[in-house]
């Protein structure tokens, strides 16, 4: 998967993706690491930011300052006290004026790398995705996967926000009050160093509760996301059915799940801010009282009570803070686990490409090919052999469960054989670069897939350099001149969602169109003409059968009707094949193809 020539990457991007690979797979439960490798790359900016950012907050700690020095001045009626006032004040103004540059800086080398970060790791769990095996997506729900390219990933970047920025921020207040008040007052920086760890032990009493709440929350949500995605999947079978009101309930006790789920997430997340904010408040009363009584037994200044009340309410403020992000923080780093779980994932589609294909000619040889689906006892084939040449056209037949899709698949190379090997043009298909190898096959599937983009769009997928009469060419081999006549933007009408504005038979052709205009070397229909008519079926099997004079083909087919022309027809059973022959060799047999030509 990682070779160069499997993966349309340039240099950088490529080390970019192996670097977030090794991040998760290096890094396995350790999300401090994790984030800390996502900044590879980044330090020069994030050293800027954090430049910047001690900048902006600067005035946070000089106010204070002046603050108590303008009080000692008023109070204690310094000689030249307007004056030193004045000076007081313009030390203030320039602090607070530059904040407004240093935050915009800050922004721009912060946000910056941030958002790289969060567009690169949505692009790699996009490429990995691409690379999973078809099993792992079968056995996946799909919006469980669209949770976590977009909710859990901005989850992530909010969390990389609140790290730098709250936790930035906290140790910055922490070092300075500590510094004026060893400076000040050593009596007060006692007084400091005490309360702080009390709101270290808030934090570490709800932490485990917070995070395991927040687990089963994401948990039901991604359930519930995937549950929503199949529903309105479903929704023409619903109502054709008259289902609605059971698939509202069902629907409703994934939904009430998640409202009990986010009740208690709520319980436990205002208990824990209340929690914290009570008792940094009663801190704060103790601090102001303490203060008083040194400033009463002249031990500190009037200003200097201020001056620390204002610091440790600074402190109180950044703690509190601190631990009132800590669940969405804990939300942040669910959210990297659940990325991992996709980028740690090893189920993905073997493409050794270590010997090159060329231009393919055709020839297919199935040789002892055993198949069997994981977790499963039974083979779907079993001995497998079959020899293909170049050119010829080749139809399966049988009863479902007899393994014809399944060669379809072992041939596309979804999946893999167990035993035996699949040999194009005399090279195993184990050894070939799939991408090169499929860019000249093509498929069309029983169930047509269509995109929300124009017809023009959908019959040239993956190609840039198709010309308006090879379009129009193929438009007409497959009989859809009249359907995009009507259509009100011709080639440039947009479909709708699963080109819904079709019928399932225009559908249909435009797959079949889509096929047809890659001049591929082997072509492989699925059932491709069930959703026609008895018209547009002539039409397409005209056009197919044009093209079958130039490729190799491979035919799944139900309606017997439409493989009279094939060159060989298999006849499978339990993953065997049981007759082999053209048709009119099939029908004089009068064995199992006649019988399911004449089921009576």
Same mark, same amino acid.
């Given at each position: 998967?990682?070779?160069?020539?499997?993966?349309?990457?340039?240099?950088?991007?490529?080390?970019?993706?192996?670097?977030?690979?090794?991040?998760?797979?290096?890094?396995?439960?350790?999300?401090?690491?994790?984030?800390?490798?996502?900044?590879?790359?980044?330090?020069?900016?994030?050293?800027?930011?954090?430049?910047?950012?001690?900048?902006?907050?600067?005035?946070?700690?000089?106010?204070?300052?002046?603050?108590?020095?303008?009080?000692?001045?008023?109070?204690?009626?310094?000689?030249?006290?307007?004056?030193?006032?004045?000076?007081?004040?313009?030390?203030?103004?320039?602090?607070?004026?530059?904040?407004?540059?240093?935050?915009?800086?800050?922004?721009?080398?912060?946000?910056?790398?941030?958002?790289?970060?969060?567009?690169?790791?949505?692009?790699?769990?996009?490429?990995?995705?691409?690379?999973?095996?078809?099993?792992?997506?079968?056995?996946?729900?799909?919006?469980?996967?669209?949770?976590?390219?977009?909710?859990?990933?901005?989850?992530?970047?909010?969390?990389?926000?609140?790290?730098?920025?709250?936790?930035?921020?906290?140790?910055?207040?922490?070092?300075?009050?500590?510094?004026?008040?060893?400076?000040?007052?050593?009596?007060?920086?006692?007084?400091?160093?005490?309360?702080?760890?009390?709101?270290?032990?808030?934090?570490?009493?709800?932490?485990?509760?917070?995070?395991?709440?927040?687990?089963?929350?994401?948990?039901?949500?991604?359930?519930?996301?995937?549950?929503?995605?199949?529903?309105?999947?479903?929704?023409?079978?619903?109502?054709?059915?008259?289902?609605?009101?059971?698939?509202?309930?069902?629907?409703?006790?994934?939904?009430?799940?998640?409202?009990?789920?986010?009740?208690?997430?709520?319980?436990?997340?205002?208990?824990?801010?209340?929690?914290?904010?009570?008792?940094?408040?009663?801190?704060?009363?103790?601090?102001?009282?303490?203060?008083?009584?040194?400033?009463?037994?002249?031990?500190?200044?009037?200003?200097?009570?201020?001056?620390?009340?204002?610091?440790?309410?600074?402190?109180?403020?950044?703690?509190?803070?601190?631990?009132?992000?800590?669940?969405?923080?804990?939300?942040?780093?669910? +959210?990297?686990?659940?990325?991992? $779980? *996709?980028?740690? %994932?090893?189920?993905? &589609?073997?493409?050794?490409?270590?010997? /090159?294909? #060329?231009?393919?000619?055709?020839?297919?040889?199935?040789?002892?090919?055993?198949?069997?689906?994981?977790?499963?006892?039974?083979?779907?084939?079993?001995?497998?052999?079959?020899?293909?040449?170049?050119?010829?056209?080749?139809?399966?037949?049988?009863?479902?469960?007899?393994?014809?899709?399944?060669?379809?698949?072992?041939?596309?190379?979804?999946?893999?054989?167990?035993?035996?090997?699949?040999?194009?043009?005399?090279?195993?298909?184990?050894?070939?670069?799939?991408?090169?190898?499929?860019?000249?096959?093509?498929?069309?599937?029983?169930?047509?897939?269509?995109?929300?983009?124009?017809?023009?769009?959908?019959?040239?997928?993956?190609?840039?350099?198709? +010309?308006?009469?090879?379009?129009? $060419? *193929?438009?007409? %081999?497959?009989?859809? &001149?009249?359907?995009?006549?009507?259509? /009100?933007? #011709?080639?440039?009408?947009?479909?709708?969602?699963?080109?819904?504005?079709?019928?399932?038979?225009?559908?249909?052709?435009?797959?079949?169109?889509?096929?047809?205009?890659?001049?591929?070397?082997?072509?492989?229909?699925?059932?491709?003409?069930?959703?026609?008519?008895?018209?547009?079926?002539?039409?397409?099997?005209?056009?197919?059968?044009?093209?079958?004079?130039?490729?190799?083909?491979?035919?799944?087919?139900?309606?017997?009707?439409?493989?009279?022309?094939?060159?060989?027809?298999?006849?499978?059973?339990?993953?065997?094949?049981?007759?082999?022959?053209?048709?009119?060799?099939?029908?004089?047999?009068?064995?199992?193809?006649?019988?399911?030509?004449?089921?009576?």
């Amino acid at each position: 998967m990682e070779k160069r020539d499997s993966i349309n990457l340039n240099d950088d991007e490529l080390n970019l993706y192996k670097h977030y690979l090794s991040i998760f797979n290096n890094n396995e439960n350790r999300p401090g690491r994790i984030i800390l490798g996502f900044y590879r790359g980044n330090f020069i900016s994030m050293i800027k930011a954090c430049i910047c950012l001690v900048f902006q907050r600067s005035p946070a700690w000089v106010l204070p300052l002046v603050t108590a020095e303008i009080v000692n001045i008023a109070t204690q009626h310094q000689r030249n006290g307007g004056v030193l006032i004045l000076v007081q004040l313009t030390i203030a103004m320039v602090f607070l004026l530059q904040n407004i540059l240093s935050s915009y800086l800050a922004t721009i080398y912060f946000a910056k790398v941030n958002r790289h970060i969060e567009g690169t790791l949505r692009n790699v769990l996009i490429r990995k995705l691409q690379y999973l095996s078809i099993m792992f997506h079968k056995e996946t729900q799909s919006g469980r996967l669209q949770s976590k390219v977009m909710r859990d990933v901005e989850s992530v970047y909010e969390l990389l926000n609140q790290i730098f920025k709250t936790i930035f921020f906290f140790v910055l207040d922490v070092m300075i009050a500590i510094i004026v008040c060893a400076n000040r007052s050593p009596l007060v920086l006692v007084f400091f160093l005490f309360s702080v760890p009390i709101s270290v032990f808030v934090l570490y009493w709800f932490r485990k509760p917070v995070r395991s709440r927040n687990n089963e929350f994401r948990n039901e949500m991604e359930v519930t996301q995937g549950a929503v995605a199949q529903m309105l999947e479903m929704i023409p079978i619903t109502r054709a059915h008259g289902l609605q009101e059971s698939e509202i309930g069902k629907m409703n006790h994934f939904l009430n799940k998640i409202v009990n789920r986010g009740y208690h997430l709520d319980l436990i997340n205002s208990l824990f801010g209340a929690s914290n904010w009570v008792t940094f408040q009663i801190f704060q009363i103790l601090c102001l009282t303490f203060t008083g009584f040194l400033a009463l037994n002249r031990k500190i200044s009037i200003g200097e009570v201020v001056l620390y009340q204002t610091y440790f309410t600074q402190i109180v403020s950044q703690v509190s803070t601190l631990i009132n992000i800590y669940p969405q923080m804990c939300k942040g780093v669910e +959210s990297v686990k659940s990325i991992g $779980s *996709i980028l740690e %994932e090893t189920n993905v &589609e073997n493409n050794n490409a270590i010997i /090159p294909l #060329g231009k393919l000619k055709g020839g297919v040889q199935f040789c002892n090919v055993d198949y069997k689906y994981p977790d499963s006892d039974r083979w779907i084939l079993e001995d497998f052999s079959l020899n293909v040449t170049p050119g010829e056209c080749v139809a399966f037949v049988g009863e479902s469960g007899g393994g014809k899709s399944t060669i379809l698949h072992l041939l596309i190379g979804l999946i893999t054989t167990i035993n035996g090997k699949i040999l194009i043009d005399g090279i195993n298909i184990a050894n070939l670069n799939m991408n090169e190898y499929r860019s000249q096959i093509a498929v069309v599937p029983q169930n047509t897939i269509l995109f929300d983009g124009t017809i023009r769009d959908n019959i040239i997928y993956g190609l840039s350099d198709v +010309s308006d009469e090879e379009v129009k $060419s *193929i438009i007409s %081999e497959v009989g859809l &001149e009249e359907v995009i006549e009507k259509m /009100p933007r #011709g080639l440039d009408t947009t479909l709708g969602e699963h080109g819904d504005k079709l019928s399932g038979g225009q559908r249909q052709r435009i797959s079949i169109a889509r096929a047809l205009i890659r001049h591929p070397k082997i072509i492989i229909f699925d059932e491709a003409t069930s959703a026609l008519d008895n018209s547009s079926e002539k039409i397409v099997q005209e056009a197919t059968e044009r093209m079958m004079k130039n490729c190799t083909t491979f035919v799944v087919a139900h309606r017997l009707s439409t493989i009279k022309n094939a060159d060989r027809i298999i006849v499978m059973k339990n993953g065997r094949i049981t007759e082999e022959g053209s048709y009119n060799d099939l029908v004089e047999k009068k064995g199992e193809f006649y019988r399911m030509l004449n089921p009576q």
